[in-house]
């Protein structure tokens, strides 16, 4: 007999996300994977004017907002044939490499790190032993007895006000949680001062867009100037500031961020071995010295890897008709050429048709369509998208850069290479790409400063801005890594309007539900067989999908049904 | 820190309708002469990234949208204490401006606040326009959140002519 368990909603990710577990024998048998809000964003692009996407696109999330805006661009860009200035993707890569680094450490202290830190453990902590632990991990200077006695008395306060607030949904005391109280109280610290970190960061976004939250991009390039003695444009105290902060970013990451992962995994080796799933990955690739349109440099190399061969990296095309399709067979939609046909995204329909249960309802039908998510397939093939999957092309073509993280991370953990392939190897994977786009981040600003000390200052390249310059009728893909995993927009422009616009975003990858063959997606693969200790606190589940850091704001579409943060358990 | 006086905060989605009421609200703000010390802000959808802005204000007025009993295009002003004192959101983001409250008040930052909530209803279409019933809120939302920045001592300037 199993037990049917459904979380809904997933909580500490962003949007609406429900996944039902079927548990035999105190395992996963089967996962289901739902997003249960519609999303029509393609429906409000259609007819509008293709230089405006991005600002739309870009108000879908509060996330990644800055993404889906490049995306966007880019689309448009490849579909009118416009190439961009030196300085202008050099700028879109700092502003990429900022998004990366606030959202991985947001990920890691604010929506991951509950799963695996006992914040209510932390207050039985000695504060002179996790002194001296924090100081044995790391040379970041906040590591007194007294900084951590503080921050002791202080989180005491807050928990017997009765004011969990955001620690409230935790699963506290759960025999899974296997840290030292000295330990759970660095996480502790480290999760506030996550949090001052993470607001200065974005200022380089208000730099270069000109506001943040949602910072402003531009077809063509970008909607800045440089000036090096000019108040109003991008001078010369504006990039010192972004220097200082990207030196101030990386120090966090190498000094806190990567340690603590590292201290934090040392306990839960099990986790190196559960979780793995698909073992197909796939990256689209973007951040290129030489310019986007030059994937040969791109530091995020492109490619796709079946069955954990990571010696066999092959390369993607995201225009051919027959690699990237969108099925429907499982999802609440419906086809012109009915339900099991797969769509590229040029020719990609978003007809809604729901025929689940009407809410209130105890399950989803699994055996017909239970997702608005559609399910994305390359070649026919279900692929994980993500930190893990861009850290093993990187290894897998050859690039010293991500032999050397990877490397020294196994050897530091003491586990094999098959420990990268679980849901340990995902949270540690993001960590380390931290690491490397922390560096590169410093590299681009060199080359934007050294571009600018040359005399270029050209922000964008307006020629084709105007639409009588352009075709009767265009298509374009613009494509980038979003912290989650492989983004890209597909456009189709007639007569100077929006025909059609399709948005392929990570989560789809890796939420969706089974394809019209019975195969599984990322997550519902990943939970297979993880083991769940108390049916009614299943926080396996919560590090799993976690580890893919789920963002279903762009999945999926917008309005919240009466949010009960509860898991239900029922015995079918 | 030195903190400004006051921040006008417009907070939702501006891609689905009514629950893009504090956006909007904010914007037709955004174009008027403010004494210093008064910011005018489109938040969006954001949480976290708004930390700064919170903080380096002493006293915060922000406007959002909430789904109550109420008919749509009612306007409640509530003076929020702790994130739990915060009516049902419109918004899907878990990490959201909820969030930041605690861990403001954590930190011991939290400003004063007060929240203008907007009543819409349930199934928002996915649009950028607002509904009659909102829309047509907006004279009266100005007109209390005036009567608020009085009460706190701001000039208001004299509304820009559409």
Request: contains cysteine; charged residues 25%.
């Amino acid at each position: 007999m199993a037990n049917r368990i459904v979380i809904d909603p997933i909580t500490r990710i962003e949007g609406h996300l429900r996944i039902e577990a079927e548990i035999k024998d105190g395992k996963i048998s089967e996962a289901y994977s739902a997003g249960t809000m519609v999303r029509m964003l393609e429906e409000i692009l259609r007819g509008r004017d293709p230089r405006d996407a991005w600002a739309f696109v870009g108000r879908v999330c509060g996330v990644c907002t800055t993404v889906h805006s490049l995306a966007s661009v880019r689309a448009v860009e490849d579909a009118l044939d416009i190439v961009i200035p030196p300085n202008a993707e050099h700028v879109r890569n700092i502003m990429f490499a900022t998004q990366y680094m606030h959202d991985h450490v947001v990920h890691f202290y604010h929506l991951h790190a509950l799963d695996w830190v006992d914040i209510v453990s932390a207050l039985k902590a000695d504060p002179k032993k996790t002194s001296e632990i924090a100081q044995s991990i790391s040379n970041w200077p906040k590591s007194s007895p007294g900084y951590f006695s503080d921050l002791q008395k202080r989180l005491t306060k807050f928990v017997e006000s009765g004011q969990l607030g955001i620690f409230a949904n935790g699963y506290w005391g759960h025999p899974a949680y296997k840290l030292p109280p000295e330990v759970n109280l660095i996480g502790v610290a480290h999760y506030l001062e996550a949090l001052e970190w993470q607001k200065e960061i974005v200022k380089v976004h208000t730099v270069f867009g000109g506001k943040n939250p949602h910072p402003n991009y531009l077809v063509g390039g970008m909607a800045c100037s440089i000036g090096i003695d000019d108040a109003s444009a991008i001078n010369a105290e504006r990039l010192q500031l972004v220097h200082r902060l990207l030196k101030q970013a990386k120090e966090f990451v190498e000094q806190v961020y990567i340690p603590d992962l590292i201290a934090i995994a040392s306990f839960y080796k099990d986790w190196g071995a559960i979780g793995g799933g698909l073992g197909n990955y796939l990256v689209y690739g973007d951040l290129s010295p030489n310019g986007y349109r030059d994937p040969s440099t791109y530091k995020f190399p492109a490619g796709a890897i079946l069955n954990k061969k990571v010696g066999e990296v092959m390369d993607v095309d995201l225009r051919e008709d027959n690699e990237i399709q969108e099925f429907i067979s499982h999802s609440w939609y419906e086809y012109a050429g009915g339900d099991d046909a797969g769509l590229h995204p040029w020719k990609g329909e978003t007809k809604v048709k729901y025929t689940g249960p009407k809410p209130p309802y105890d399950f989803l039908d699994v055996n017909d369509k239970y997702s608005f998510l559609k399910t994305p397939r390359w070649k026919g093939n279900a692929m994980e998208v993500g930190p893990l999957a861009r850290v093993l092309v990187g290894y897998g073509r050859g690039r010293e850069e991500y032999k050397e993280v990877v490397d020294s991370t196994l050897s530091a953990l003491d586990v094999p290479i098959e420990a990268l392939f679980s849901t340990l190897g995902r949270t540690a994977a993001r960590g380390l790409e931290a690491k490397l786009v922390a560096h590169w981040a410093l590299e681009f600003y060199d080359m934007l400063i050294a571009n600018i000390k040359n005399g270029d200052t050209r922000m964008a390249n307006m020629e084709r801005f105007k639409p009588d310059t352009w075709p009767k009728e265009a298509k374009g893909v613009g494509h980038t890594e979003a912290p989650r995993g492989a983004l890209a927009h597909w456009v189709v422009i007639q007569n100077e309007k929006i025909a059609n616009y399709q948005l392929v975003v990570p989560s789809t990858w890796n939420a969706s539900p089974r394809d019209k063959n019975g195969v599984s997606s990322a997550y519902e693969s990943a939970l297979k067989n993880t083991p769940i200790a108390d049916d009614h606190k299943p926080v396996e589940i919560l590090r799993t999908v976690h580890s893919f850091d789920p963002c279903l704001a762009c999945a999926v579409h917008l309005y919240d049904e009466e949010g009960k943060h509860i898991s239900q358990v029922k015995v079918l | 820190m030195i903190k400004n006086e006051l921040l006008i905060l417009g907070i939702g989605n501006y891609l689905m309708g009514d629950e893009g009421v504090g956006v909007h609200f904010v914007r037709t703000l955004e174009h008027e002469r403010w004494p210093e010390g008064v910011k005018i802000l489109d938040g969006g959808t954001a949480g976290f990234q708004l930390m700064e802005d919170l903080e380096c204000h002493s006293t915060v007025i922000m406007v959002d949208a909430t789904l109550d009993d109420h008919p749509p295009g009612t306007i409640r002003l509530i003076e929020p204490r702790f994130a739990r004192d915060f009516p049902k959101a419109m918004s899907t983001h878990e990490i959201g401006l909820k969030d930041l409250v605690e861990a403001l008040s954590l930190l011991d930052r939290l400003p004063r606040i007060y929240l203008f909530v907007v009543s819409v209803e349930k199934i928002q279409p996915l649009s950028i326009e607002l509904s009659s019933a909102v829309e047509g809120a907006l004279p009266q939302l100005r007109g209390q959140v005036d009567h608020l920045l009085e009460q706190l001592g701001i000039v208001v300037p004299a509304p820009a002519v559409v």
